[in-house]
């Protein structure tokens, strides 16, 4: 008990001197897009697990299919038994998205979350969703009474999750891009957040409306990503399809699989292998398949013939086959690097070891135990492409919390691991 009491207080202090250093009465930032319809646009969220999950929880938590996750982060979908594998406490991922046009404003309203036995509105933005909402968001989003974000939500409530995103017609300087919502975090910097995504500050500062370059923790900022672009029909229901640079979507029902970079721009799709029975993707009048390049050197320059995909039109698979006279002969397709889901993540000092997961029926629920199998180091954003300038969206205040985002996750998981030994 002597070991526990003063381990309590070591966190304690600990505790306070995070909230200290926070600033008092601060409001967390959002970048709003306003927006008139019903449409909505692919976007992406920035997530860090708050335990060890597998791929199927954390894509269950936003409504997001598996492979999708896997895809948007270039990590290998199609490998057997990839949506079963254990991803790491800490891991930053980007989760796809519909953001909606509602209330006048881009935001994600298709997730729904069943809180469960002592939640609050509090743990459920601050732990379940990593920040990227806040308790009194969540309030407002679901016409409840002013009750303190601390109190125990009733067990199986269900409640829509508001969550922050913009597309900005999926361009930024008038070159296709899809933005990701980044949770700043304790120690962050606009010109290291640049840094780690290969941006500008001024781009971040002009995509954000910010006065300054300056943000605090729990500012969720707009990032854009270089993308490829597609030019499908509206009639096609992946009409809109944008993939950021070094990732990949799925569409067509998993029968089809696009990528972007890391060579070039230019969006290439190709048969994937999900999908039990796919409809038909063979070019019009042509023995080539999606996908398929050919060329022939001549006196003039290369003959090249490519079999492209047109989009997803009434369950057909619409492909067209292109010929035109380039240079030189293309070499082969590049495509973005497929890694395995990793099983470790190198932490700063200030984390503890990563928690077990959650069983299946918990998924999104309390932390569970303690697992002490991941070492201590560094931890550091993934980076994405270059991208420079950007449009102009407004920002707006989300109300303050009791407890600074970010630090309430450490807490809580400080005062788990130890009562669990």
């Known amino acids: 008990m002597e070991e526990l009491?003063?381990?309590?207080?070591?966190?304690?202090?600990?505790?306070?001197?995070?909230?200290?250093?926070?600033?008092?009465?601060?409001?967390a930032k959002t970048t709003i897009e306003p927006c008139s319809g019903s449409d909505s646009c692919p976007?992406?969220?920035?997530?860090?697990?708050?335990?060890?999950?597998?791929?199927s929880e954390v894509a269950a938590h936003f409504g997001a299919d598996p492979a999708a996750l896997l895809a948007a982060n270039a990590l290998d979908f199609e490998?057997?038994?990839?949506?079963?594998?254990?991803?790491?406490?800490?891991?930053?991922?980007?989760?796809?998205?519909?953001?909606?046009?509602a209330d006048g404003v881009r935001k994600s309203i298709s997730v729904r979350y069943a809180a469960r036995p002592a939640e609050t509105l509090a743990t459920v933005a601050d732990v379940v969703f990593a920040g990227l909402v806040s308790a009194d968001q969540i309030r407002n989003e679901n016409g409840l009474a002013s009750t303190d974000p601390e109190a125990?939500?009733?067990?199986?409530?269900?409640?829509?999750?508001?969550?922050?995103?913009?597309?900005?017609?999926?361009?930024?300087?008038?070159?296709?891009?899809?933005?990701?919502?980044?949770?700043?975090?304790?120690?962050?910097t606009v010109p290291a957040i640049a840094a780690s995504y290969e941006t500008t500050v001024t781009d971040i500062m002009n995509v954000n409306a910010m006065g300054s370059p300056a943000a605090a923790p729990g500012d969720i900022l707009a990032i854009p990503l270089p993308a490829c672009a597609s030019t499908f029909p509206k009639s096609a229901s992946d009409h809109g399809l944008i993939v950021a640079n070094g990732t990949y979507v799925l569409t067509a029902g998993n029968c089809v699989q696009c990528s972007c970079g890391p060579v070039s721009l230019n969006l290439y799709c190709t048969p994937a292998s999900l999908s039990g029975s796919c409809p038909r993707m063979q070019c019009p009048n042509s023995n080539a398949m999606l996908g398929n390049v050919s060329t022939h050197p001549t006196s003039a320059g290369c003959n090249v013939s490519s079999?492209?995909?047109?989009?997803?039109?009434?369950?057909?698979?619409?492909?067209?086959l292109s010929t035109g006279l380039q240079s030189r002969c293309p070499g082969p397709h590049q495509f973005p690097a497929l890694t395995d889901p990793p099983t470790t993540v190198n932490h700063d000092s200030t984390y503890l070891p990563p928690l077990s997961a959650p069983a299946p029926a918990e998924a999104g629920g309390v932390i569970p135990a303690p697992d002490s199998s991941v070492q201590g180091g560094s931890f550091t954003l993934p980076k994405v492409s270059q991208a420079n300038g950007g449009p102009a969206g407004s920002v707006s205040a989300a109300p303050s919390m009791h407890i600074p985002?970010?630090?309430?996750?450490?807490f809580i998981s400080c005062l788990v691991f130890y009562l669990h030994m």
């Open 307 to 320: 079999c492209s995909y047109g989009g997803f039109v009434n369950g057909t698979i619409s492909t067209s």
């Open 5 to 27: 009491s003063g381990f309590l207080a070591a966190a304690a202090v600990l505790f306070v001197m995070a909230v200290s250093a926070a600033p008092h009465g601060a409001e």
């Open 43 to 55: 976007a992406l969220l920035g997530y860090t697990l708050y335990a060890d999950m597998k791929v």
């Open 152 to 188: 125990p939500l009733d067990a199986g409530q269900k409640l829509v999750i508001p969550l922050p995103c913009v597309c900005f017609n999926s361009s930024d300087n008038n070159l296709p891009a899809q933005y990701l919502s980044y949770v700043v975090q304790i120690g962050d």
């Open 405 to 410: 985002r970010q630090v309430l996750p450490f």
């Open 79 to 101: 490998a057997p038994g990839a949506a079963h594998r254990i991803l790491p406490m800490g891991l930053f991922v980007r989760v796809p998205t519909r953001c909606a046009c």
